[in-house]
């Protein structure tokens, strides 16, 4: 069955009580379950001819109908940006971001982002949410390095999607921080959202806080400057910068949460923060797979002058 097909899919004995949503994404090659959640409300799937909900428990006898749209183009253009690929399969692909890189593309960021240069690397990439476009997953600041997972194929972003939300992607970072910590490790519990005046930072005191955690832990205390792995329980936007300024650390070279905006003393030109390490199962076999990419020349620098031999 293509793009463009109609189908008629009976539900039998096995299929009754199942929801609508559920039945469709299993059956129809392509279709995650939120795109048949958007295809069934915008009525292009029906059941006997007639719209229903996601929720609709089919029964023996339904007749689901309707047809896949064929998927669009997304309107942003493949440049030949180069990549860093650490690991690819017909799923997945996994990338060591360097500084700079925006992911998606946006206002102010049309070209010269991650999907841009996806779209030039996986010419063949498959229908993603009824556009052709790379799947973004998770996304990493401008500035901050590392190991990033974008999916291949609608089953693949979906599959993945779900191990984000349930938190059990093992998401690890390196981070150069500001001071000495009090104690060898621990855990940052802070509820995280929009700052209350300024929009276009997060916060540890906004209105609306979303729980946030974060575990770290020291690797090297450098002076007065200290080298912590961390690893997120959370996802929140900005957290690990957030929550080491927070708690009185804040990250070298962070322009927004920093002390010395932008490391100007130390010639440092972004945070020090770096996503070293993604373990996920793989969305085809399973499988528990680890990603790790190595410290970016610029962190390997200031570790350098600052007396340490590694990490």
């Known amino acids: 069955m293509g793009c463009g097909d109609t189908f008629f899919l009976p539900a039998d004995a096995d299929c009754s009580g199942i929801r609508l949503d559920v039945f469709i994404a299993e059956r129809l090659p392509g279709c995650s379950r ?32 309707g047809r896949l749209p064929a998927p669009q ?20 692909i996994v990338i060591n971001k360097p500084a700079g890189l925006v992911v998606h593309p946006a206002p102010g960021h049309r ?22 476009r790379p799947g973004i997953v998770h996304r990493l600041d401008k500035d901050t390095t590392g190991t990033l997972v974008v999916a ?19 998401k690890d970072y390196l981070a150069l921080v500001h001071g ?33 955690e974060t575990e770290w832990r020291v690797r090297h205390v450098l002076g007065e400057v200290t080298l912590l792995e961390l690893r997120l329980r959370t996802g929140r936007t900005h957290q690990i910068r957030v929550h080491c300024a927070a708690v009185g650390h ?31 199962d793989h969305p085809r076999t399973g499988e528990r797979m680890s990603f790790e990419s190595p410290l970016p020349e610029d962190m390997l620098g200031a570790l350098r002058e600052m007396g340490s031999e590694g990490v």
């Open 180 to 212: 000495r910590m009090p104690a060898p490790s621990g855990v940052v519990r802070l509820a995280i959202g929009r700052h209350p005046v300024d929009r276009k930072r997060m916060s540890t005191v906004s209105r609306k806080g979303r729980e946030a």
């Open 152 to 170: 291949k194929t609608a089953a693949a972003l979906e599959h993945l999607a779900a191990q984000f939300k349930r938190r059990t992607v093992g």
């Open 73 to 92: 183009p997304c309107g942003f253009q493949p440049e030949p940006i180069p990549l860093s690929i650490l690991y690819e399969d017909a799923d997945i």
């Open 250 to 280: 804040p990250i070298l070279g962070d322009p927004v949460y920093g002390r010395d905006r932008g490391g100007e003393r130390r010639g440092l030109r972004r945070q020090m923060l770096h996503a070293l390490r993604l373990e996920l």
């Open 34 to 65: 939120s795109l048949a959640v958007h295809l069934i409300t915008t009525e292009r799937f029906k059941v006997n001819g007639h719209a229903r909900k996601p929720s609709y428990r089919l029964k023996v006898g339904d007749v689901v109908s």
């Open 111 to 132: 070209s010269g982002t991650l999907v841009n240069a996806l779209l030039y690397h996986c010419p063949d990439l498959t229908g993603i949410g009824a556009e052709l």
